[in-house]
């Protein structure tokens, strides 16, 4: 793991002693809201439906025992919401839960006191008092943490692939890469006001997980005939209210130039993005309205930046190496902890199958422990858990874990005899269903529950979902499917990439969701990046688990075999089978709606 140097821990104190001041400020009444609102933004705290938001930065996914120990601590102490204000929010969600017709799965109710793994390695706490945000903030930067830059109209947190460093199919280790941009990027202050919040993310692996297509800008690792390292550059990925896939700006960028090159890019953008409508703002617009033009200009930028300038931001091979330092291999010991598991036992196999993978070093393993709990939203984890993880992460993985884009958290240092012992243990806290890459290990924002900018809740289509596939032969059987649920245009829950993709509309004051099929994320599996292309009509709450039944039993039928993954099927027969299967879904719903409300009054 990268090593804060004494410049890093000082100015992460720095900035936490700023935010105090400026909180005492505000709440002196020398500063107004509004006043406010910018400054506490820019440490990554949010106002939403009930109460504040924290987001707190992972760079590049990767965590360590003691920051896992720090965030319990937060979950524990801080993430207490006031008694009445948690009251009125349950009484809120009942209400609306009580206005879905139909909608027998009820929701989970409103929880405290966790931590909340997003789509793009951030870590979110949901009951925060802004009173305390400073205290938090004194916490997280004793262990190098912070919510720099996780909001406003900036560079935002670094991610790539949660594998960097451990992949067998590595072509390089990006974390380096990453450390080194996240460092260049933090508070510049050319780039401090972009037109709009930008994205950047890594792949250093021949398959692409990390969903390079789908952000601001992709960096895939490549190396030439002569094995010189540097990145194919992807600009304009982005999903929300237009999905656009990235284009490829650059099909080899030699490592040392990333910097200058990424400038360019963003001088650009800054330059010509629109800042007169925020929906039009983002650098997929710009890209996509002026095709070559904008090209053309990035290199001008770029050949004006290393002529003139002098090419400032090159990176070195010095301080490549001195980055490099801090991501060798741990020092490893087997656990060697008894365990009662039985390797021949069906639920320890099946867990071998979906949720350990392959390690680039032999006798070593990646593990994946599922944030897909029943009464859990996905991604969610409670003070004890996160202090279990930790403890997870010192016995079995160096004190080093990855959160991940699928909401889920990997140990990527296990030795291969330890695997029964972290079963047990994993099996003990709920986090060993064997569902990687399957149907219940779904994607969810935390939607309407909490989110101020959601049309509809995204965790009780979840737990409706997950309550309707606990068979899990039944969900062995249906085989790799990614589905992703969002509870607004801004795609958070990432639907435009889902297998199957749920998003949630306002119609009428209501709840409805709009459901879409065929998108991709860019993995091997699932193919190039592409959004997926809607469903008929939107559907209500009510609907939505019987419409997805209905899809997955059409894809039972048509496929050619047990071994014909569901986005190959979809993609040999097309969407209309799917499509008649989802509406006719519709039509029994509400007939069985109607017999229910029929009988209710006999």
């Not at 305390?132 to 190098?144: N, R, T, W």
């Not at 249906?478 to 607004?488: T, V, W």
Request: proline share 5%; aromatic share 8%.
């Amino acid at each position: 793991m990268y090593h804060y140097t004494d410049f890093d821990r000082q100015f992460i104190r720095l900035r936490a002693e700023q935010y105090r001041d400026q909180l005492q400020r505000w709440q002196r009444g020398e500063l107004t809201d509004e006043q406010f609102l910018p400054l506490r933004l820019q440490n990554g705290w949010y106002v939403q439906r009930y109460a504040p938001m924290a987001r707190i930065a992972v760079p590049y996914g990767e965590i360590s025992s003691a920051q896992l120990r720090v965030l319990a601590r937060i979950a524990r102490e801080f993430d207490r919401p006031d008694p009445e204000l948690l009251a009125h929010a349950q009484r809120t969600q009942d209400q609306l839960q009580a206005s879905q017709p139909g909608l027998t799965l009820a929701a989970p109710p409103l929880q405290y006191g966790y931590g909340h793994f997003t789509t793009r390695t951030n870590v979110q706490f949901n009951w925060i008092p802004l009173a305390q945000s400073a205290d938090v903030m004194d916490l997280l930067a004793s262990v190098g943490m912070h919510g720099i830059q996780t909001s406003g109209n900036t560079i935002r947190n670094i991610t790539s692939e949660a594998t960097a460093g451990v992949a067998p199919d590595e072509i390089v280790d990006t974390r380096p890469f990453a450390e080194i941009l996240r460092q260049w990027s933090t508070l510049h202050p050319e780039f401090a006001f972009l037109p709009r919040k930008f994205k950047i993310a890594f792949n250093g692996a021949e398959e692409d997980r990390a969903a390079t297509g789908w952000y601001d800008i992709g960096l895939q690792a490549q190396k030439d005939e002569a094995g010189a390292v540097g990145f194919t550059v992807k600009v304009g990925g982005g999903m929300g209210r237009t999905p656009i896939v990235g284009s490829v700006v650059r099909e080899f960028l030699p490592w040392a130039e990333l910097l200058n090159y990424i400038e360019a890019v963003v001088r650009v953008y800054n330059r010509y993005g629109r800042r007169d409508n925020k929906w039009k703002a983002r650098i997929k617009i710009l890209v996509k309205a002026e095709g070559q033009r904008f090209i053309d200009e990035v290199e001008a930028e770029y050949q004006a930046i290393l002529r003139q300038d002098g090419a400032p931001h090159t990176i070195t091979s010095a301080e490549l190496a001195r980055v490099q330092a801090s991501f060798v291999v741990p020092a490893l010991t087997p656990a060697s902890v008894p365990s009662e598991t039985t390797l021949s036992s069906k639920p320890f196999q099946r867990w071998m199958a979906r949720n350990v993978a392959p390690h680039r070093l032999a006798g070593l393993t990646l593990v994946t422990l599922s944030f897909k709990r029943t009464g859990w939203a996905p991604g969610d984890a409670d003070a004890g858990t996160l202090e279990a993880l930790a403890d997870l992460a010192e016995r079995f993985s160096a004190g080093e874990a990855r959160l991940t884009h699928e909401q889920n958290l990997i140990l990527p240092w296990v030795h291969a005899g330890d695997l029964p012992a972290l079963y047990d243990a994993a099996r003990a806290l709920g986090l060993a269903q064997p569902n990687i890459g399957l149907l219940t290990d779904m994607i969810a924002c935390p939607g309407g529950d909490f989110c101020s900018l959601a049309n509809a809740r995204a965790i009780p289509i979840a737990a409706a979902l997950t309550e309707l596939y606990q068979d899990l032969d039944e969900v062995t059987d249906l085989g790799p499917i990614d589905l992703h649920i969002s509870g607004c245009i801004n795609s958070c829950g990432h639907h435009h990439s889902g297998h199957i993709g749920i998003l949630g509309v306002d119609k009428d004051g209501k709840e409805w969701y709009q459901v879409t099929l065929g998108g991709s994320d860019g993995s091997r599996l699932s193919g190039p990046a592409m959004p997926g292309k809607v469903v008929g009509p939107s559907f209500s709450a009510a609907e939505v688990p019987g419409v997805v039944e209905a899809l997955l039993d059409t894809y039972r039928d048509l496929r050619t075999s047990a071994a014909e993954h569901f986005i190959d099927t979809l993609r040999r027969v097309g969407h209309e089978p799917f499509k008649l299967a989802a509406n006719a879904a519709r039509l029994d719903t509400t007939r069985q709606s109607a017999r229910q409300a029929e009988e209710a009054t006999i």
